[in-house]
């Protein structure tokens, strides 16, 4: 081996840069759980940030130099005035854990080089599904991402209830679900890989608190059928992701049952309520989906990428990906709940269970459910905040913890303008960090409370923030 190689494989050199590194992070993680620093988000253009990070790769830095920039230059999920997208404040212990899969880096698709992570996996669906009320028929599989997770489940309502075997002999029919208008675009977009065109996806209309619209359903579905669709599945969101809308998941499974169709939840955001026995309520009826989606890394204190697709009965799974990769599976007419591959679209897989499995086990889901009522604590404080403010005004009222809200103290043809103008000013400010959503076409401001360490304090401040903002810019 020649020297270079050698030195960077070096353990001694691993040990002493993995302490400097750990100190770093502490440090870092404690100015931003207290808010310290005068920004969550270091604001860079795109042209800036790449013009900074192509000059950097020469500077031949340190390691540990480097490291500290990627730090510095990164949006501070940990910061409580970080009220943007979904992803969590991660908990330290999952980022030990995250250290030791990469360290690891066994691949998790088949058992043989995951005999750890594979059986975590399965404990980590087990407990999943059990928490949403499921039969111990569930059983599931770990994707990176919800993404991927839901154009799984989709291929397999796609291989169960389609009448021809598209895998084997493509597509004749007109193949199509239902599912709110107010879904996450991956729908659309696994709708759209499968080939079913736009018309393959019917768009449930919504009410006031943007919940799926489920009487409209017979109508809809009657019209499609008549049109020679064939309608094989419907896509509960529990919840939407613009305003944390939970659908009336009974209610869909009752259609889905009279109907035959598959009956798919996308619970990514709001899957994690099942760990809070004070409102798992608003997923009754999960226990009766065919299959589900959930993000560990959204509400459940764990890095990104961790999600799971549970399937109500473990075998339906096995029926996604029909076509057998014989040099992976000894005998490719088993069904072995270890040979994660024959269920799941990625081949190397991480071995992303255990950053859940460390919180389960060296906490307790108790934790999670901690974790999950705070943050719907913190949010109604906001909304009790929101509330007494003339000129804020609110989407809905939230059942989660996503928040939707806008300025209205301006002549309506200005408010999406002005509204959009604040969340770019307060981007490029950064010292609090909201997102936008389109409600109706409209602009609203948007935040997630993700950060168990958010206070009044910061959400007063992130209202007052607007609020300037916005009488500068009416006054213009
Ligand atoms: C976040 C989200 C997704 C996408 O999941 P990723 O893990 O980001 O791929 C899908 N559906 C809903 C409802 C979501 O909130």
Sequence with gaps: ????????????????????????????????????????????????????????????????????????????????????????????????????????????????????????????????????????????????????????????????????????????????????????????????????????IIRVPTNDRFQMRVDQMPGLLDDARRAGKQVIAVVGSACTTSTGSFDDLTAIAQFCKANDLWFHVDAAHGGALAFSPTFRHRLAGIELADSVVIDFHKMLMTPVLASAVIMRRAEDGFQTFRQQADYLFEQAEDLNWHDLAQRTFECTKSMMALKIYTLLAVRGSELLAANVDQLMQTTQKLVSLIDPRPDLELAVRPDCNIVCFRYTGCSPDQRCKINAEIRKRMIESGEYYIVQTKLHDETWLRCTVTNPMTTANELSGMLDQVELLAKTLSRV
């Excluded at 040990?15 to 931003?32: N, V, Y």
């Excluded at 759980?33 to 340190?62: C, V």
Aim: charged share 20%.
């Design 1 to 200: 081996m020649n020297e270079e190689l050698s030195s960077a494989y070096r353990p001694e050199t691993f040990r002493q840069q993995g302490h400097a590194l750990i100190d770093m992070l502490a440090d870092q993680m404690a100015a931003s759980y207290g808010a310290e620093q005068d920004r969550t988000i270091p604001w860079q253009s795109p042209e800036e940030s790449f013009r900074f990070w192509n000059q950097f790769a020469d500077t031949n830095p340190k390691l540990t130099e480097l490291l500290g920039e990627v730090i510095r230059r990164s949006i501070r999920i940990s910061d409580p005035r970080f009220i943007g997208h979904q992803i969590c404040t991660p908990a330290p212990d999952t980022i030990l854990a995250s250290l030791v899969a990469d360290f690891a880096n066994n691949g998790n698709g088949v058992f043989e080089m995951g005999i750890a992570g594979v059986a975590m996996e399965k404990h980590v669906l087990d407990v999943i599904a059990h928490q949403m009320g499921m039969e111990k028929t569930a059983g599931g599989v770990m994707t990176s991402g919800g993404t991927l997770g839901n154009l799984t489940a989709l291929l397999c309502a796609r291989s169960i209830k389609a009448p021809e075997d598209v895998w084997r002999h493509g597509q004749s029919g007109r193949l199509a679900l239902m599912v709110s208008e107010q879904a996450h675009y991956c729908i659309e977009r696994a709708v759209g890989i499968m080939g079913w065109g736009t018309e393959g």
